[in-house]
T-cell receptor, first 114, second 110 residues
Framework: ETGVTQTPRHLVMGMTNKKSLKCEQH?????MYWYKQSAKKPLELMFV???????ENNSVPSRFSPECPNSSHLFLHLHTLQPEDSALYLC?????????????FGQGTRLTVV | GQQVMQIPQYQHVQEGEDFTTYCNSS?????IQWYKQRPGGHPVFLIQ?????EVKKQKRLTFQFGEAKKNSSLHITATQTTDVGTYFC??????????FGGGTRLMVKP
């Protein structure tokens, strides 16, 4: 148990569906991240939130919409996805300080778009 | 933007052989971190190196940070089947962004 919990663990959705991925961290960290992991790009940064403010959007298509209501919760809203969006979506958190401590990952959501 | 590259992408070794993965950044890093992801699992932090030329050891694993703080390596001595997984390096730049390399997938034949 890493202190970062992701739900659901598995998700199958059609291209016209709308779904959301949830991430919750119990570590008191001030930064949260969404990564996409696929065979083509093993760990691709999607979004970064520092102190609930989005600081990075790594050229992610608008069909992915992040939301960070507080420093402990992070969502990824999905709509009109494509089959190539099927991947493992990993959430991570860290305490961003001068010392740059490590990232703690959740177990991921395995997404299949049909 | 910052790019972090790892080689090799894949490595098959016989149990007992040594293994090394190399990490190179396009920009100078404030630190380098290494993670291990077991098959079916998620990345787990192994270690962080901060100083130029730093070397750290964890049992059979040896981590090095280059003098210019742009490259790093992970060496495993006498691999075991429990070492199987993908090893990622990740670097922080001055902007505090953590960028991961593409990973090296290690397979160990018993």
């Amino acid at each position: 148990e890493t202190g970062v919990t992701q739900t659901p663990r598995h998700l199958v959705m059609g291209m016209t569906n709308k779904k959301s991925l949830k991430c919750e961290q119990h570590l008191g960290h001030n930064a949260m991240y969404w990564y996409k992991q696929s065979a083509k790009k093993p760990l691709e940064l999607m979004f970064v939130y520092n102190f609930k403010e989005q600081t990075e959007n790594n050229s992610v298509p608008s069909r992915f919409s992040p939301e960070c209501p507080n420093s402990s919760h992070l969502f990824l809203h999905l709509h009109t996805l494509q089959p190539e969006d099927s991947a493992l979506y990993l959430c991570a958190s860290s305490q961003v300080t001068y010392l740059n401590t490590e990232a703690f990952f959740g177990q991921g959501t395995r997404l299949t778009v049909v | 933007g910052q790019q972090v590259m790892q080689i090799p992408q894949y490595q098959h070794v016989q149990e007992g052989e040594d293994f090394t993965t190399y990490c190179n950044s396009s920009t100078t890093l404030s630190n380098i971190q290494w993670y291990k992801q077991r098959p079916g699992g998620h990345p787990v932090f192994l270690i962080q190196l901060v100083k130029s030329g730093e070397v750290k050891k964890q049992k059979r694993l040896t981590f090095q940070f280059g003098e210019a703080k742009k490259n790093s390596s992970l060496h495993i001595t006498a691999t075991q089947t429990t070492d199987v997984g993908t090893y990622f390096c990740a670097g922080h730049n001055a902007g505090n962004m953590l960028t991961f390399g593409g990973g090296t997938r290690l397979m160990v034949k018993p």
